[in-house]
């Protein structure tokens, strides 16, 4: 059975915007995508929104439902009060384009500042073979579906425009934690560069990436940590340094 | 205007739009927090009522100074003058640097001191108050690099303070076979603090979560994958071992004055 829904939802561009209140029909196990859908069919048509797969697998409806990073197809209308004004806004550490629209690149130009998989080169394609258990810790790392809630929460970013130029983000932490747990990846440096090209060190391990992200990887707890405690062994643990220096140690 | 106010993001005047109390959490870890580096730092130069045959607090052990109580020390091995520079040192201060480190280095308390200390931020989408942010790249903060150090001293700790829970299964005249309150606080106190070390992420990558292959090494797996399970739990353990050593140390403490009875089962 319908009832009404009181919606704030953000409206504007780069230049100007504003909250705008609106009622809306909401029906038994919508979801907030679905009430935004409606009031773009009956009563705001250019209202500019981002989605795809409307399950929860592309990342593109990433919006702020009441303040909070959140995918809309995935957000209940029914878990919130009854009653309750339900506020929605765009991504708020990235350039509004339109409405709820946020202009993403930063995120790709990110991606591409990343090495890519370094294949050893006694392998021909074909050859490679990996144990399930060497690579079960990067599986988790391929569930991203880079909705970008975890960029957008980083308070790094969001709080400090001017570290975007240096710090890559949560989610391109994992992208080099994958490769740097990845068995057959020959790439040496990845550590070092993750601290000083890709500013694992501005993390300071807030867990923020970890509360938002709709696939519930940990990234806090498997990718950055484990990347912090790599660096520590090779920049900041001189007994790690001299053992990598005596006999030859994996995982340096 | 840095930051959610930036020029070309949306233009909303609020901090943040979240409803929920989020403040809360922050507020509660600050109180907490607070209050324990308040009554340890009393605690710390107060340099008495920490021992009462068969039970030392944990803030004083190892007790290494020439100033520690008879009974207190470990066969008399005071290698620390009782004072330096003409200032009387607590046995407590020579040690506490140690699991102090541990903790402030700590994955866990690092993101509920910077959080609710620091508001860095206070909490997931509310904008923090600074205009610079540079993390732990320069210092002090990059000497968060040195907690396997703390950690390694950490178990070192943990070995005295187990030796404590063990010598407590005494009386007050030295014969073994009992069982007393403080018995069980030392012990349930030194078995939280090997939880909290163990569940560590630092332990978690020195027993295997620093290696390529797993496969080549199955023991290591074994134990990074028991100590993977113990990490999902440490920032509970973090909370309880604190806990159980401060009430470890106010029960000693209590019962050294006379306050408290120490009640013996057996």
């Not at chain 1, 069919?41 to 409307?54: P, Y």
């Not at chain 2, 008495?48 to 091995?77: D, W």
């Not at chain 2, 005249?173 to 090997?194: F, I, K, P, Y």
């Not at chain 2, 739990?233 to 470890?248: D, N, R």
């Amino acid at each position: 059975m319908a009832r009404k829904l009181n919606l704030r939802i953000w409206r504007g561009d780069s230049d100007s915007g504003a909250l705008q209140d609106v009622q809306v029909d909401v029906n038994e196990g919508e979801v907030v995508l679905d009430v935004i859908h409606r009031v773009q069919a009956t009563q705001m048509g250019d209202l500019a929104v981002r989605w795809n797969c409307k399950a929860g697998k592309c990342g593109s409806c990433s919006m702020e439902i009441n303040g909070k990073p959140r995918l809309a197809c995935m957000t209940q209308v029914a878990s919130y009060p009854e009653g309750e004004t339900i506020t929605v806004t765009p991504l708020r550490t990235f350039p509004v384009i339109k409405d709820l629209v946020t202009d993403v690149s930063f995120n790709y130009k990110k991606a591409m500042e990343i090495p890519a998989y370094a294949h050893p080169a006694d392998l021909a394609p074909g050859e490679a073979r990996m144990e399930q258990i060497d690579v079960e810790r990067s599986q988790e790392f391929r569930k991203c579906i880079e909705c970008f809630l975890c960029q957008n929460v980083c308070h790094v970013i969001r709080d400090h425009e001017e570290n975007k130029k240096s710090f890559a983000g949560p989610r391109f932490f994992i992208r080099i934690a994958e490769l740097d747990m990845h068995p057959l990846d020959i790439l040496k440096n990845r550590k070092k560069t993750a601290q000083e090209e890709h500013g694992l060190g501005m993390c300071n391990i807030t867990k923020c990436c970890t509360e938002v992200c709709p696939e519930h990887i940990r990234i806090t707890d498997n990718a950055i940590i484990p990347m912090k405690e790599r660096v520590v062994d090779v920049k900041y643990d001189p007994a790690r340094w001299l053992g990598s220096k005596i006999r030859r140690r994996e995982g340096i | 205007m840095s930051g959610v106010f930036s020029p070309t993001r949306a233009k909303i005047k609020e901090r943040t739009l979240r409803t929920d109390k989020w403040w809360l959490q922050p507020l509660i870890t600050f109180s907490v927090l607070f209050s324990f580096v308040i009554y340890s730092t009393f605690r710390a130069f107060e340099g008495k009522n920490y021992f009462t045959e068969p039970l030392i607090s944990p803030f004083y052990s190892p007790c290494l100074s020439e100033a520690c109580v008879p009974g207190s020390t470990i066969g008399g091995f005071t290698p620390v003058s009782a004072d330096i520079l003409n200032f009387a040192l607590s046995p407590a201060l020579i040690i506490l640097i140690f699991p102090l480190g541990f903790r402030m280095t700590c994955y866990y308390y690092r993101k509920a001191y910077y959080r609710a200390f620091w508001l860095s931020p206070p909490a997931c989408a509310v904008a923090e108050p600074h205009e610079k942010y540079s993390g732990e790249t320069k210092a002090p903060l990059i000497l968060q690099n040195a907690h396997r150090w703390f950690f390694y001293a950490g178990l070192v700790f943990n070995v005295f303070l187990t030796y404590d829970a063990i010598i407590s299964f005494r009386d007050e005249h030295g014969q073994w076979g009992h069982m007393s309150v403080g018995s069980l606080v030392l012990l349930v106190s030194s078995s939280l603090l090997w939880f909290y070390s163990l569940s560590c992420h630092t332990c978690r990558h020195t027993l295997g979560g620093r290696l390529k292959h797993f496969s080549k090494h199955p023991v290591r797996y074994k134990l990074w994958t028991w100590v993977s399970i113990l990490n999902h739990k440490h920032q509970q353990f973090a909370w309880y071992s604190l806990a159980a050593v401060a009430f470890a140390d106010i029960y000693v403490r209590q019962v050294a004055t006379g306050a408290w009875h120490n009640i013996y089962f057996f």
